[in-house]
């Protein structure tokens, strides 16, 4: 089974801390994905990778970063968190030769 | 640029089917996807149709997809309490690498 694990299940930080989100996958795939959740609006794509070094923006990457140093992890960041950040936040990955995305069970962050 | 587009509730009985209905706008799609978020958890993959197809049936599961009207529905056969959950529609635009286009989900409840 292919297992995408997130580093928390939920978050609670301060507007202007710096927040790591962190994503593992298990299955040696090539493509990782950051998304947002919010009610209304469905999954947005933030950043995505695909391959080690590498980065590509998604539709909303403003105030966001990503590290995608080994294969298996990619990490999101917000260099100084906001309100409006505060959101589920869901990582996933897929391999080259089919594009089903396997995904994490999510970290709700909420920035006070 | 990709848009899909989902109606935000359905409500049925258990028993009853439900069809979740789903528009997308990229013609071009290769592949559309139906996954299901149950509650507090990430998105599994449910089922998915390539553009060549107009029908797939798995178990409980009908897929039929409209290429002319670029519409794309899932009917559940005999909806039980389980089936309560967000179900997203994805599409995999032509051109677009491994990204997936979500729409914004369909919140589906189930009452007895």
């Known amino acids: 089974d292919v297992k995408v694990t997130q580093s928390s299940r939920y978050l609670v930080k301060r507007t202007g801390e710096k927040v790591f989100l962190e994503c593992v996958q298990d299955m040696d795939h090539e493509n990782m994905f950051w998304y947002r959740q919010d009610p209304g609006l469905g999954l947005r794509l933030i950043y995505f990778s695909y391959d080690v070094k590498m980065k590509e923006k998604g539709d909303i990457p403003e105030g966001y970063s990503v590290s995608r140093e080994k294969k298996e992890r990619f990490s999101l960041i917000l260099e100084s968190a906001s309100t409006n950040q505060t959101s589920m936040y869901l990582c996933?990955?897929?391999?080259?030769?089919?594009?089903?995305?396997?995904f994490g069970p999510g970290t709700r962050l909420t920035v006070l | 640029g990709e848009d899909v587009e989902q109606s935000l509730f359905l409500s049925v009985r258990e028993g009853d089917s439900s069809v979740i209905n789903c528009t997308y706008t990229d013609s071009s799609s290769t592949y559309l996807y139906w996954y299901k978020q149950e509650p507090g958890a990430g998105l599994q993959l449910l089922t998915y149709?390539?553009?060549?197809?107009d029908m797939k049936q798995d178990q409980r599961l009908t897929v039929l997809l409209n290429k002319k009207d670029k519409h794309l529905s899932l009917r559940i056969a005999d909806t039980q309490t389980g089936d309560s959950a967000i179900y997203f529609c994805a599409e995999s635009p032509r051109g677009g690498g491994n990204k997936l286009t979500f729409g914004t989900g369909t919140q589906l409840k189930v009452e007895l």
């Open positions: 149709i390539f553009s060549n197809m």
């Open positions: 996933a990955s897929s391999t080259d030769s089919y594009n089903e995305q396997f």
